[in-house]
């Protein structure tokens, strides 16, 4: 009985579109079809994943794909049979996940999908599902995003500007930008800092007046993990120094990329120009807002704008306050003492101003 299902599942044909739980699945499937038509295969081309080494690609072709130099008996003979597969590793997940409406859902879909993929043994599926209470919306419906989102921006802020992170190189825009980008933001800049290795030629191929355009050469990884070279076009204007790369990195992340620092150290620039330091991405840029709108406090002279710059400063206590239970204890006291001076001020001005009868008699 077992033969007889075996061979009717070795007789259905290969066709586009098939989905198969793994990698083994799809070969065993076309290796049996093979056999069945009269055919071997061979694995033509595969590729993996760097770090997990899974295949996510690969090309599987009849033993006779191809032609040899050599005429023999088995020489091959130029068969044109393959089939392409790709992972597709995520449908049962973000079904779990995002269609979930209620917890006890949630676990019944999970399992379903650990058993019909076999992957119960998968160590980061483990690890997701271990951490489900901080990542899965259905856990988080009752938490408020917003005050979670600003408690950690403003530890943020806090680290970047009380901390001093780590250099990686011996570069100077690396020096540079530590002092002025936040926390985030320049470990996103180190990385293209790092990635210098990897422009291993910079150019001069053409030059009108100040504007010079170079070329960058860098080593990219391709398919299959290997490494091929690309040609990066740069701009360079040596009179305004203002530079411009054609991957676009600034326009889209609003810091410089590799292949800018490569031009900018060519030409012996060793401090990036300051109109490349974006403010909104410099460690100081709420706390300076706040200062400046501050400073000509004297001049208010409405409701409106007293109400503007005092929520400005309230604001900026409220997420200091918020990084740890020293800030918050810190933050509940000075504004315990601010409302007490606020009544006071309230008192006093009630005191000193006349009623209606008091400037009647007078």
């Known amino acids: 009985m077992e033969e007889d299902l075996d061979s009717q599942k070795e007789a259905v044909p290969a066709a586009i579109g098939m989905e198969f739980d793994s990698y083994d699945d799809v070969y065993n499937f076309y290796n049996c079809y093979a056999k069945e038509q009269g055919f071997g295969i061979r694995v033509q081309k595969s590729w993996c994943r760097r770090l997990s080494k899974e295949k996510f690609k690969a090309v599987l072709c009849c033993s006779n794909e191809g032609f040899t130099k050599k005429r023999s008996v088995n020489s091959r003979t130029g068969c044109p049979a393959m089939v392409r597969i790709r992972l597709v590793v995520r449908r049962a997940l973000n079904k779990a996940v995002y269609d979930s409406l209620r917890v006890d859902e949630f676990e019944t879909i999970w399992k379903e999908m650990v058993e019909q993929c076999g992957v119960g043994d998968h160590e980061w599926l483990q690890t997701l599902y271990h951490d489900q209470k901080q990542w899965v919306p259905v856990f988080l419906k009752e938490s408020p995003f917003a005050e979670k989102k600003r408690t950690i921006e403003a530890r943020e802020d806090f680290d970047s500007l009380h901390s001093k992170p780590i250099l990686k190189t011996k570069c100077c825009f690396e020096l540079q930008m530590s002092r002025f980008y936040t926390k985030e933001i320049f470990r ?121 710059c005092l929520y400005k400063y309230a604001v900026q206590i409220v997420e200091e306050g918020a990084i740890s239970q020293e800030h918050y204890k810190a933050a509940l006291l000075t504004l315990e003492e601010s409302l007490k001076k606020v009544c006071l001020a309230e008192e006093i001005e009630s005191r000193m101003v006349p009623t209606t009868s008091q400037r009647s008699t007078t």
Do not use: M
């Open 188 to 308: 996103k800049f180190q990385h293209e800092v790092e990635e210098l290795y990897s422009c291993f030629n910079t150019s001069q191929v053409h030059s009108d007046g100040p504007i010079v355009t170079y070329v960058v050469k860098e080593r990219c990884e391709g398919e299959g993990n290997q490494r091929e070279v690309k040609k990066f076009e740069v701009l360079y204007n040596t009179e305004k120094q203002e530079v411009s790369c054609i991957c676009g990195l600034f326009n889209f992340k609003g810091y410089l990329c590799r292949h800018t620092l490569s031009v900018l150290n060519y030409n012996g620039v060793e401090e990036i120009p300051s109109h490349y330091i974006i403010s909104r991405w410099r460690k100081d840029y709420k706390h300076s807002r706040i200062v400046n709108a501050g400073a000509n406090s004297d001049e208010v002279d409405n409701r409106d704008q007293w109400s503007a």
